[in-house]
Antibody, heavy 121, light 108 residues
Framework: EVQLVESGGGLVQPGGSLRLSCAASEFTFSRYAMSWVRQAPGRGLEWVSA????????YYADSVKGRFTISRDNSKNTLYLQMNSLRAEDTALYYCARWIQLWSWWYFDYWGQGTLVTVSS | DILMTQSPAILSVSPGERATLSCRASQSVSSNLAWYHHKPGQAPRLLIY???TRATGIPARFSGSGSGTEFTLTISSLQSEDFAVYYC??????????FGQGTKLEIK
């Protein structure tokens, strides 16, 4: 079955940086678009960013645009999220998810277990 | 943004009984609605997409219905592994994804 394993979370000070990774297995990673979704403590799920199968197109929520960068290395079956200028409100459990298309619409089918990012001084 | 409202916030049901969860959209999302099952510490699992299509490997006791603004997830006979938090997701507008706040299904 599809496996997605996130890593790289931790405690970081406001204004700091962190890079998350998501290792994919049991499917042909290079054929699928991927995404990041987060859940802040006590709050709902929020889509953060997405990237096409080739990495040629990237998309961001307004809340992270200009601060976060999504990328992927298809030779390593790994998805990344570089997070800069972190704020307290970025504190959340970050999930990677496979992003799939049905007709003209895109949604998330497989998810990882998440990695926790805490932004605090 | 489209607001997704799930009800109830907490649902207490006995094993073997039926559970009915609701999700309402603030404007029409057609049938572009998915349901997820989530237990803390685990990966969310896709149950339903297209409002009523079961995802791969999902048991037949799970069914989804609705279109437009009103959606329902029904679990016909609750098993122990079904007690979890359920989220709906609307994906009708490109990159404007919104999730419901979740319904916690607990053992009565």
């Amino acid at each position: 079955e599809v496996q997605l394993v996130e890593s790289g979370g931790g405690l970081v000070q406001p204004g700091g940086s962190l890079r998350l990774s998501c290792a994919a297995s049991e499917f042909t990673f290079s054929r699928y678009a991927m995404s990041w979704v987060r859940q802040a403590p006590g709050r709902g799920l929020e889509w953060v960013s997405a990237i096409s199968d080739t990495g040629g197109s990237a998309y961001y929520a307004d809340s992270v645009k200009g601060r976060f960068t999504i990328s992927r290395d298809n030779s390593k079956n790994t998805l990344y999220l570089q997070m800069n200028s972190l704020r307290a409100e970025d504190t959340a459990l970050y999930y990677c998810a496979r992003w799939i298309q049905l007709w003209s619409w895109w949604y998330f089918d497989y998810w990882g277990q998440g990695t926790l990012v805490t932004v605090s001084s | 943004d489209i607001l997704m409202t799930q009800s109830p916030a907490i649902l207490s049901v006995s094993p073997g009984e039926r559970a009915t969860l609701s999700c309402r959209a603030s404007q029409s999302v057609s049938s572009n609605l998915a349901w997820y099952h989530h237990k803390p510490g685990q990966a969310p699992r896709l149950l339903i997409y297209g409002a009523s299509t079961r995802a791969t490997g999902i048991p037949a006791r799970f069914s989804g219905s609705g279109s437009g603004t009103e959606f329902t997830l029904t679990i016909s006979s609750l098993q122990s592994e079904d007690f979890a938090v359920y989220y709906c997701l609307q994906y009708n507008i490109w990159l404007m994804y919104t999730f419901g706040q979740g319904t916690k299904l607990e053992i009565k």
